[in-house]
C-alpha cells in the first residue's frame, strides 16, 4: 500500500539556497538542518505574523494539525541550530528519508 500524495502546501518568498549560520565559521564546516520551505512559511505565519494555527492551515491549503505537526518539528530544528551553533538551510523539497 503507497502513502497518500503529499498535498500541495501554498508558502509565499523564495528561500532556496540561502542558510542562517553563526558568522566566523564556512558553511562547509557547520552541522547544516534542513529546514524545508513549508516549515519555513509556518514558522513565520505562527510566530511572526500571529495567525492561530487554523488560519496558518487555510492559508497554506492544509489542515490545523498538519500545521501543528509542521511547526513542531520547526521549532526543534530552528532550537538544535541556535543552541547548538548549527547552520539552518533551507531547502524546497522534502529530502527522501
Known amino acids: 500500500m503507497s ?3 503529499k498535498k ?10 540561502k542558510a542562517f549560520k ?7 564546516y557547520l552541522k547544516q538542518i534542513p529546514l524545508h520551505h513549508d ?3 509556518a514558522l513565520r ?9 487554523e488560519e496558518a492551515g487555510k492559508s ?3 489542515s ?3 500545521i501543528q505537526r509542521i511547526i513542531t518539528i520547526a521549532r526543534q530544528k530552528t532550537a538544535e541550530a541556535l543552541t ?7 531547502v524546497d523539497e522534502v529530502e527522501k528519508e
Open 45 to 53: 505565519l505562527c510566530d511572526k505574523e500571529g495567525l492561530t494555527q
Open 8 to 17: 500541495i502546501r501554498k508558502c509565499q518568498g523564495q528561500f532556496c539556497g
Open 22 to 28: 553563526p558568522t566566523g565559521t564556512s558553511l562547509v
Open 3 to 5: 502513502p497518500r500524495p
Open 60 to 62: 497554506m491549503g492544509v
Open 84 to 90: 547548538g551553533g548549527h547552520a539552518l538551510v533551507f
Open 39 to 41: 516549515e519555513l512559511e
Open 64 to 66: 490545523r494539525g498538519t
